[in-house]
C-alpha cells in the first residue's frame, strides 16, 4: 500500500524568501514521487518527478525535490519565492508501473506576501 | 505543447440527473483516467482505462460511474443519477508511457 502524508497544510512566505514543503511517503515499492501544482481555477501542472535516478531532482520554475528514503521524504524546496509561486501544492506518490493510479497528499497552501 | 482537453469546463446539474463529462487525451496516450477533488479535500483516483476497458477503480468509482471511449479519441465519465456528494472538480489525465497530463479539470456543481 502506497500513502503521502504532507506536514503542512498552508505555509506563509516573504517574497525572495526559501520555501520548504514537506513530504514523506509510505510505499511497499520503489515509489515514483511527483510534486503537483494547482493554482486557482487551474487544472494540474507537473513541477518535478522521481523515478530512481538522481536522487535531487529539479523542476520547473527554480523548484527541485530531494528523495530521502532513509528519511521516507521527498521535501520541496525553492531558494527564493515569487508572487507567482502562490497556489496549492500536491505531493504524490505511485508505483512505477504504467497505468497504475495516483495517491496524492492533501495538498499544501503556499502564501506569499511582498 | 500537446494538452488534454476537457469539456464543458463548469456544469450545473439537479440532484438525480445523468451527466457526461468529456475528456480529449493526446494522440499517443495508452492509459487514461479519471480523478476527482472535493472542494477543500484531497485529489481523489476514480478510474483507469486501458485497451477498451476499466484496468483499475477505486472504491469511489461504483454502479453510478461508468467511463467509455466511444470513438478512438473522446473519453468520456458518465454518472448516471448524480448526487449532491458529486460535486466535486473532475480531471481527467493520460499517460503514454509514464509522465501524466492533466487536462483542466470540470467543475460539477449538483444542486
Known amino acids: 500500500a502506497q500513502s503521502v502524508t504532507q506536514l503542512d497544510s498552508h505555509v506563509s512566505v516573504s517574497e525572495g524568501t526559501p520555501v520548504l514543503l514537506r513530504c514523506n511517503y509510505s510505499?511497499?515499492?520503489?515509489?515514483?514521487l511527483f510534486w503537483y501544482v494547482q493554482h486557482p481555477n487551474k487544472g494540474l501542472q507537473l513541477l518535478l518527478k522521481y523515478t530512481s535516478a538522481a536522487t535531487l531532482v529539479k523542476g520547473i520554475n527554480g523548484f527541485e525535490a530531494e528523495f530521502k528514503k532513509s528519511e521516507t521524504s521527498f521535501h520541496l524546496t525553492k531558494p527564493s519565492a515569487h508572487m507567482s509561486d502562490a497556489a496549492e501544492y500536491f505531493c504524490v506518490v505511485s508505483t512505477n508501473q504504467a497505468g497504475t493510479a495516483l495517491i496524492f497528499g492533501k495538498g499544501t497552501t503556499l502564501s506569499v506576501s511582498s | 505543447e500537446p494538452e488534454v482537453t476537457q469539456t464543458p469546463s463548469h456544469q450545473v446539474t439537479q440532484m438525480g440527473q445523468e451527466v457526461i463529462l468529456r475528456c480529449v487525451p493526446i494522440s499517443n496516450h495508452l492509459y487514461f483516467y479519471w480523478y476527482r477533488q472535493i472542494l477543500g479535500q484531497k485529489v481523489e483516483f476514480l478510474v483507469s482505462f486501458y485497451n477498451n476497458e476499466i484496468s483499475e477503480k477505486s472504491e469511489i468509482f461504483d454502479d453510478q460511474f461508468s467511463v467509455e471511449r466511444p470513438d478512438g479519441s473522446n473519453f468520456t465519465l458518465k454518472i448516471r443519477s448524480t448526487k449532491l456528494e458529486d460535486s466535486a472538480m473532475y480531471f481527467c489525465?493520460?499517460?503514454?508511457?509514464?509522465?501524466?497530463?492533466f487536462g483542466s479539470g470540470t467543475r460539477l456543481t449538483v444542486v
Open positions: 510505499s511497499s515499492y520503489s515509489p515514483s
Open positions: 489525465a493520460g499517460t503514454a508511457n509514464y509522465g501524466y497530463t
